[in-house]
């Protein structure tokens, strides 16, 4: 069945990274007064490449809804057909417009908020700047009901580290809201955490439980429970390459937590 195609007005551009090539996006939905997603969604992109063949992308809403607007995080990828269409400033002015579908996906929060872990690298911490908008609105209630909720951001370098400061910001505004940013090569004047998001998260989960008094690794859950009948007190949402993925699954299993506690989202 064809989707239907929306067009995307592009609004705002900035290039957060120079370093690592990453670019924040603001577009519009023209058609639409609003354009409903739920935080953690993405959208697929549309557009001919040079032999006129449709190329389709999926890029993660890195913003909570806010009327017709949606905002995207992307960077380039070496001889990367979408990535560069859209970073290049001659192909994609502001004003200009790019087609998508959607929204799609289930990388989203389960209902009740419950205590929960972000993980992401480079650019997957798109969906998670959507889900810190949508718990702890700038202008709005709160909608954490007082869970805590731990972001844990790694990359390589300091320059490729998106959103820095809007999240140390958050962290300062909400008691409830840790930010965790970790550099695997970090430069020697680097004061904050260093080393791979696996094991940090490891902590916050060994730390969690010796507070609670749970005990590591957790009580199986019986295998007759209905899927829509299991609820846990805490759920990790991870998001980047895979590779990354798989070792913070692998850490959680470990850790004996069910695999419906861990929600993630693959970029390759
Ligand atoms: C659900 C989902 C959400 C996504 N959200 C985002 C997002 O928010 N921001 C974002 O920047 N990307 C995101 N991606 C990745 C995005 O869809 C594209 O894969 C990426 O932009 C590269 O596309 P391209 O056309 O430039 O490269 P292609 O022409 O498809 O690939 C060129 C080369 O780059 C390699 N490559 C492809 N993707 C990546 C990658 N992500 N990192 C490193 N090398 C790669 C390929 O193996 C190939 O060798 C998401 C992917 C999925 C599945």
Not at 9 to 38: D, G, M, N, W
Not at 125 to 141: C, E, I, K, N, T
Not at 144 to 153: A, D, P, Q, R
């Amino acid at each position: 069945m064809a989707r239907e195609l929306l067009t995307a007005r592009l609004l705002r551009k900035e290039c957060i990274s120079e370093v690592a090539q990453c670019y924040h996006f603001l577009f519009s939905v023209e058609s639409l007064e609003t354009f409903p997603y739920l935080p953690g969604q993405f959208v697929s992109a549309v557009a001919p490449d040079e032999n006129g063949k449709q190329q389709t992308r999926a890029y993660s809403i890195a913003s909570a809804p806010s009327g017709n607007q949606f905002e995207l995080c992307v960077n380039r990828v070496e001889n990367g057909f979408f990535s560069n269409h859209l970073a290049d400033l001659p192909d994609l002015p502001v004003g200009s417009a790019i087609q998508i579908h959607g929204p799609h996906g289930h990388f989203v929060l389960q209902e009740p908020v419950t205590d929960s872990i972000f993980v992401a690298t480079g650019t997957g911490v798109a969906p998670m700047r959507g889900y810190s908008q949508w718990l702890f609105p700038a202008d709005g209630p709160d909608r954490s009901n007082g869970k805590e909720i731990w972001l844990v951001y790694g990359t390589r370098y300091e320059t490729d580290m998106y959103y820095h400061d809007e999240f140390v910001a958050l962290a300062q505004r909400v008691p409830n809201f840790h930010y965790l940013p970790t550099l695997s090569r970090a430069q020697p004047q680097w004061t904050g955490l260093r080393g791979y998001v696996q094991d940090h998260v490891a902590k916050i989960v060994e730390d969690r439980a010796a507070r609670l008094g749970q005990p590591l690794p957790v009580p199986p859950v019986d295998p007759a429970t209905p899927p829509a009948e299991l609820r846990f007190d805490i759920y990790t949402y991870i998001c980047g390459l895979n590779f990354m993925v798989s070792s913070v699954r692998e850490r959680l299993d470990g850790f004996g937590w069910h695999k419906k506690q861990i929600v993630f989202e693959r970029y390759d």
